[in-house]
């Protein structure tokens, strides 16, 4: 995800990264669009995930969706569904035991945000 972003300059403001498929709040600015930055995080990252398990195929889910954050309340529930994503799976019990996921970017405790392994962009929402 990191080397997408460094490619094509989308800024992520969320990630959670799930055993066959992933979510991620991003942005991005013309002439840019969601779907060319999604599809390159797929591929890339299925590549290097086939070589080090010396397998071949398809990795991630094949569709997306994409939904339109227009304002802070937004922001906050789609943040909010993707961190918790593990714990309805039933794979953690509270979202803060998930490594793979921007959860601990918005911990106050700025250590948590340093040990992140992704750093996530942090961007204004309007209120309204």
């Known amino acids: ?3 997408s972003r460094q490619k094509l300059g989308f800024r992520l403001c969320g990630y959670v990264l799930m055993p066959d498929h ?3 709040l991003i942005g991005v600015e013309h ?3 969601i779907s060319r930055a999604v599809q390159d995080v797929k591929w890339i990252s299925a590549r290097r995930i086939n070589r080090h398990r010396g397998t071949a195929g398809a990795v991630w ?8 954050v227009r304002h802070e ?4 529930e789609r943040l909010e569904y993707m961190h918790l994503n593990p714990v ?3 794979l953690v019990s509270r979202p803060q035991e998930w490594k793979w996921s921007s959860y601990g970017n918005y911990a106050v405790d700025r250590s948590r945000v340093e040990g992140c ?5 942090y961007v204004r929402v309007p209120a309204s």
């Open 1 to 3: 995800m990191e080397e």
């Open 22 to 24: 992933w979510h991620a």
């Open 31 to 33: 002439p840019l669009v």
């Open 61 to 68: 889910q094949h569709q997306f969706w994409d939904r339109f």
């Open 73 to 76: 309340k937004e922001f906050t």
């Open 88 to 90: 309805n799976k039933g």
């Open 117 to 121: 392994p992704i750093q996530v962009d």
